[in-house]
């Protein structure tokens, strides 16, 4: 097992793409500094009387609602990659066991996944705290990092969740188009349309959602998310597992069954 994490770990850090995505990643830390200092911008120019009105989007959880989409689709691209070039066989040629492929293909990508998520959600953090320091501006939390890092955890690891499930869509599917629209669909187009639905199941089913699994998991809840918080963190744990268990499990079946 360590022979297959060692060489998927090379094709990973070897793709282009895979930079690509981690650039996109900063990118996007880069526009929560912006949005951070054109908050400011606002919060200043508004009268004293105003500016209690000023609300805006949690920093880190934005990082977080897009930083899931590139990951995800960082995840699409490590293994439909091998599909496009053909290499796949070779891979399964010296590796026969399409299990053990898939389990450590889907290792490397879940640590990547969850070590850039937080690095970028902390970075976001430390950009807001610095650019923001002590105006009250509603929506930005003024809590110290140690009290945060529930919460940061709970982001990273959906991020490495949103991966993974792009990762076994990409198995399934073997192809990066439908796997990317899949995820797209799930990430964007899910959450809008389960808030049309007519409560109380517009709560019940936001809250299974992978967009809405993290504030439960950390127990803080999700004041600006379109899913519910009716899930304690034990049970977001669980319903954040199923959302990767069973993806990849019919991906494995899939898999071994299948024709390279």
């Known amino acids: ?102 389990a450590a293909k889907a290792s490397v990508v879940a640590v990547v996944a969850f070590c850039t998520g937080l690095a970028a959600v902390l970075a976001t953090y430390a950009a807001g705290r610095l650019i923001i320091g002590d105006r009250p501006i509603r929506g930005q939390s003024a809590e110290e990092l140690s009290r945060q890092m529930p919460l940061f955890l709970a982001l990273s690891l959906s991020i490495a969740m949103f991966a993974l499930l792009g990762l076994c869509l990409a198995a399934i599917t073997r192809s990066a188009v439908a796997a990317v629209a899949a995820l797209v669909a799930v990430w964007y187009v899910l959450p809008i349309v389960v808030n049309n639905v007519p409560a109380p199941w517009n709560e019940r089913i936001g809250s299974i959602l992978p967009g809405a699994l993290a504030g439960q998991l950390a127990g803080t809840g999700n004041p600006q998310s379109l899913g519910g918080a009716l899930l304690s963190p034990l049970a977001a744990l669980a319903v954040t597992v199923a959302w990767v268990a069973v993806p990849y499990t019919v991906a494995a079946v899939l898999l071994a069954r299948r024709d390279a």
């Open 1 to 102: 097992m360590i022979d297959a994490l060692a060489a998927e770990w090379l094709k990973l850090r070897t793709l282009r793409s895979t930079f690509v995505v981690l650039g996109v990643v900063g990118v996007v830390v880069a526009l929560m500094a912006l949005l951070a200092w054109y908050a400011v911008h606002l919060w200043e120019g508004l009268p004293p009387g105003r500016r209690d009105r000023l609300e805006v989007s949690s920093l880190p959880e934005l990082a977080n609602w897009l930083a899931s989409l590139c990951l995800a689709v960082l995840g699409v691209l490590a293994f439909s990659g091998e599909y496009g070039t053909g290499m796949i066989r070779t891979t399964f040629t010296v590796l026969p066991s399409r299990g053990r492929v898939l």
